[in-house]
């Protein structure tokens, strides 16, 4: 069996492979724009499963071995009902930064498995309370200029320099980062998935 991941995160990537679960990887492009209306966890179970499904489409020419899961995901932080994606400038960073400091926010990941050959489709949606102390104005600017706050949802990397600043974690760390670990090793063992000839669940 084969796992492709639909995703070029480098985040994710870096989960699966240190947790030992061998993946390819097949990138997958769609539109993220939200949907008036549509709450966050509709919206990351959405992208996530268009990017699997969008990943199987692409290989339906291919001759795919029996059981090929292809796997979505998507994140995003949610704060008095608002979804926070990636920023767009320094401004923009430090405003999200400035919404979570002191608060505690929600971290919504979709996560999608779409196996084919078949019609197998599963998608759930993974929450993650997340503290931040207070940040001052200095150390919200200090951590803009570091450059990682871009490329990430609500502007902070948990696995980084943004690690000082967070003082409690409710629900899966991984989750946090991009990929809720121990919610796609339940889902791939239900699925039946096996690492070589071992089944994973046994």
Same mark, same amino acid.
């Given at each position: 069996m084969r796992l492709v991941l639909a995703s070029a995160s480098p985040r994710r990537a870096e989960i699966?492979?240190?947790?030992?679960?061998?993946?390819?990887?097949?990138?997958?492009?769609?539109?993220?724009?939200?949907?008036?209306?549509?709450?966050?966890? &509709?919206?990351?179970? @959405? !992208?996530?499963?268009?990017?699997?499904?969008?990943? /199987?489409?692409? &290989?339906?020419?291919? @001759? !795919?071995?029996?059981?090929?899961?292809?796997?979505? /995901?998507d994140t995003t932080v949610v704060i008095d009902d608002e979804m926070l994606g990636k920023p767009e400038s320094e401004e923009d960073a430090q405003r999200m930064l400035r919404r979570l400091s002191g608060r505690v926010h929600e971290v919504h990941t979709g996560l999608a498995l779409v196996r084919r050959p078949g019609a197998w489709d599963q998608v759930v949606d993974e929450v993650t309370a997340v503290t931040f102390a207070n940040l001052s104005g200095v150390e919200i600017e200090r951590y803009v200029a570091t450059g990682e706050p871009f490329g990430k949802a609500g502007g902070y990397a948990v696995q980084g320099i943004a690690g000082r600043f967070i003082t409690r974690i409710d629900g899966c760390y991984f989750n946090v980062v991009g990929l809720p670990l121990a919610r796609l090793y339940s889902l791939l063992r239900e699925a039946g998935w096996k690492i070589g000839s071992v089944e994973i669940g046994a």
């Open positions: 699966l492979r240190n947790a030992g679960i061998p993946f390819e990887i097949r990138t997958a492009l769609i539109d993220e724009s939200p949907r008036q209306g549509e709450l966050p966890s &509709a919206y990351v179970q @959405r !992208l996530a499963l268009e990017k699997a499904r969008a990943a /199987a489409d692409a &290989a339906s020419e291919e @001759r !795919l071995e029996t059981g090929t899961i292809f796997m979505g /995901a």
